[in-house]
């Protein structure tokens, strides 16, 4: 049987609850021989591709369903199929991340496919216990960050050069993560890596943002234009082809490419691809601009420039791409609301960012430039009273991150707020602030 899905229901179920595991398939076209068996298996894992069996169940392919089901005839060829299962789990399983693994053998022992699905979470229904999980998981994470910054910092000095800081983050990042040593497992990315990657692209986006001032930015205006634009359909040709060639080729099968019925709908798909790799990365550049203190050259304005058409040429592309897919393999007509739904876009995150931007002018006040005797002055008055000056900055930097990350929410959520009719770009919003 060809199996489509395995469901797990709730989707990260709790220790003291019960929790139903659904197979969705449908029966093979060509039926093999009965009787068929099933052996399901759950497995909790150390790391990634690191784990142990803990839980069998094995019972035949058709008591699976109820007696007047026929998923198991084999007239019943090609015919959708589900099957539910439900176990409690007690509060002595262990805590932490699971594998599910489904195998179907012939009557002759031959194991005729197997599917398995990774990264099931089974948290912990004890108060207690989740404080636990959530204690160790922001420890874990600041030694990690921490590490990763004292070891990171090194790289440029052992590389001779040659490599930035930001590659030492990363690599300490693999190191430290779930497919090495497990320091940060899949469970604490789970219980704290939402709120950590909105604090974080929050203040990367931020960061992006502050770094651009469009009156800088107008004699360059021209230049970067050109530069997006051969970069774009650079990247669009190359990768598409690229992609085509190494699938029709047979060097390296590609599993989006090989489900598509036919050459056009290949190269739709491809060229989709290939619009998401015209994106660029405001962290890298930021990163590297601000370890090399150049902010203020040309070179630096440009990258970032670049940066910041590339995200509206992104959006522009992924949604006509995507469009194009929708059509070559299902069928329709490419219509204007397309283009409309990518104005209405840009259109949503430019008033989001300026929305922001005003907040974060009440909370940070533009001061006018001074002398260097009265920014003395002011110095001495201000160390005079009751609120330290260092005070006054932490308030104002967590406000400034506040608005930032409230701002990144809101971007997320506006796709759920409008039933999926609309969408932001958050790093557009941030740098448009």
């Given at each position: 049987?060809?199996?489509?899905?395995?469901?797990?229901?709730?989707?990260?179920?709790?220790?003291?609850?019960?929790?139903?595991?659904?197979?969705?398939?449908?029966?093979?076209?060509?039926?093999?021989?009965?009787?068929?068996?099933?052996?399901?298996?759950?497995?909790?894992?150390?790391?990634?591709?690191?784990?142990?069996?803990?839980?069998?169940?094995?019972?035949?392919?058709?008591?699976?369903?109820?007696?007047?089901?026929?998923?198991?005839?084999?007239?019943?060829?090609?015919r959708p199929w589900a099957a539910s299962r439900s176990w409690f789990l007690p509060l002595g399983i262990?805590?932490?991340?699971?594998?599910?693994?489904?195998?179907?053998?012939?009557?002759?022992?031959?194991?005729?496919?197997?599917?398995?699905?990774?990264?099931?979470?089974?948290?912990?229904?004890?108060?207690?216990?989740?404080?636990?999980?959530?204690?160790?998981?922001?420890?874990?994470?600041?030694?990690?960050?921490?590490?990763?910054?004292?070891?990171?910092?090194?790289?440029?000095?052992?590389?001779?050069?040659?490599?930035?800081?930001?590659?030492?983050?990363?690599?300490i990042g693999i190191v430290v993560g779930p497919y090495m040593c497990n320091l940060v497992s899949h469970?604490?990315?789970?219980?704290?890596?939402?709120?950590?990657?909105?604090?974080?692209?929050?203040?990367?986006?931020?960061?992006?943002?502050?770094?651009?001032?469009?009156?800088?930015?107008?004699?360059?205006?021209?230049?970067?234009?050109?530069?997006?634009?051969?970069?774009?359909?650079?990247?669009?040709?190359?990768?598409?082809?690229?992609?085509?060639?190494?699938?029709?080729?047979?060097?390296?099968?590609?599993?989006?490419?090989?489900?598509?019925?036919?050459?056009?709908?290949?190269?739709?798909?491809?060229?989709?691809?290939?619009?998401?790799?015209?994106?660029?990365?405001?962290?890298?550049?930021?990163?590297?601009?601000?370890?090399?203190?150049?902010?203020?050259?040309?070179?630096?304005?440009?990258?970032?420039?670049?940066?910041?058409?590339?995200?509206?040429?992104?959006?522009?592309?992924?949604?006509?791409?995507?469009?194009?897919?929708?059509?070559?393999?299902?069928?329709?007509?490419?219509?204007?609301?397309?283009?409309?739904?990518?104005?209405?876009?840009?259109?949503?995150?430019?008033?989001?960012?300026?929305?922001?931007?005003?907040?974060?002018?009440?909370?940070?006040?533009?001061?006018?430039?001074?002398?260097?005797?009265?920014?003395?002055?002011?110095?001495?008055?201000?160390?005079?009273?009751?609120?330290?000056?260092?005070?006054?900055?932490?308030?104002?930097?967590?406000?400034?991150?506040?608005?930032?990350?409230?701002?990144?929410?809101?971007?997320?959520?506006?796709?759920?707020?409008?039933?999926?009719?609309?969408?932001?770009?958050?790093?557009?919003?941030?740098?448009?602030?």
């Amino acid at each position: 049987p060809a199996l489509d899905d395995i469901v797990v229901s709730p989707a990260v179920p709790h220790l003291n609850e019960d929790v139903t595991i659904t197979l969705v398939g449908r029966a093979p076209m060509r039926a093999p021989a009965l009787p068929i068996t099933v052996v399901g298996s759950a497995h909790i894992c150390r790391r990634n591709a690191d784990c142990m069996p803990v839980f069998t169940y094995n019972t035949s392919f058709c008591s699976l369903f109820p007696s007047n089901e026929s998923a198991c005839d084999p007239a019943a060829s090609g015919r959708p199929w589900a099957a539910s299962r439900s176990w409690f789990l007690p509060l002595g399983i262990v805590r932490g991340t699971y594998a599910l693994q489904v195998e179907f053998y012939s009557s002759a022992g031959e194991m005729l496919a197997c599917y398995e699905k990774t990264d099931v979470m089974v948290l912990a229904e004890l108060f207690v216990n989740k404080v636990r999980d959530l204690r160790d998981a922001i420890v874990s994470f600041a030694i990690a960050a921490s590490s990763s910054y004292a070891v990171g910092g090194m790289f440029p000095f052992l590389s001779r050069g040659l490599l930035p800081q930001i590659t030492g983050f990363l690599i300490i990042g693999i190191v430290v993560g779930p497919y090495m040593c497990n320091l940060v497992s899949h469970m604490h990315i789970y219980l704290i890596g939402d709120l950590i990657n909105r604090i974080s692209l929050a203040f990367i986006g931020g960061a992006a943002g502050a770094e651009i001032f469009l009156p800088e930015f107008r004699a360059l205006l021209l230049p970067l234009t050109f530069q997006v634009v051969f970069i774009s359909v650079a990247t669009l040709i190359l990768c598409t082809l690229g992609l085509l060639v190494v699938h029709e080729t047979g060097l390296l099968p590609i599993t989006s490419l090989a489900m598509q019925s036919s050459l056009t709908a290949r190269a739709a798909v491809s060229l989709l691809v290939a619009a998401l790799m015209t994106a660029r990365s405001p962290a890298s550049a930021i990163a590297i601009i601000a370890e090399l203190k150049c902010s203020e050259s040309v070179g630096a304005k440009m990258a970032l420039g670049v940066t910041v058409l590339s995200d509206i040429v992104v959006l522009v592309l992924f949604s006509l791409c995507t469009q194009t897919v929708r059509i070559v393999t299902h069928g329709g007509e490419f219509g204007p609301m397309v283009l409309l739904g990518v104005a209405a876009q840009i259109s949503v995150s430019i008033v989001l960012g300026l929305f922001a931007g005003q907040l974060m002018r009440l909370a940070l006040p533009m001061e006018a430039q001074r002398d260097d005797d009265s920014a003395e002055k002011d110095e001495l008055a201000r160390s005079s009273t009751f609120v330290p000056l260092s005070a006054v900055v932490g308030v104002r930097g967590f406000a400034l991150l506040s608005i930032l990350t409230a701002t990144f929410y809101c971007a997320q959520q506006v796709c759920a707020w409008s039933g999926g009719v609309l969408r932001v770009e958050a790093l557009l919003a941030f740098q448009m602030g």
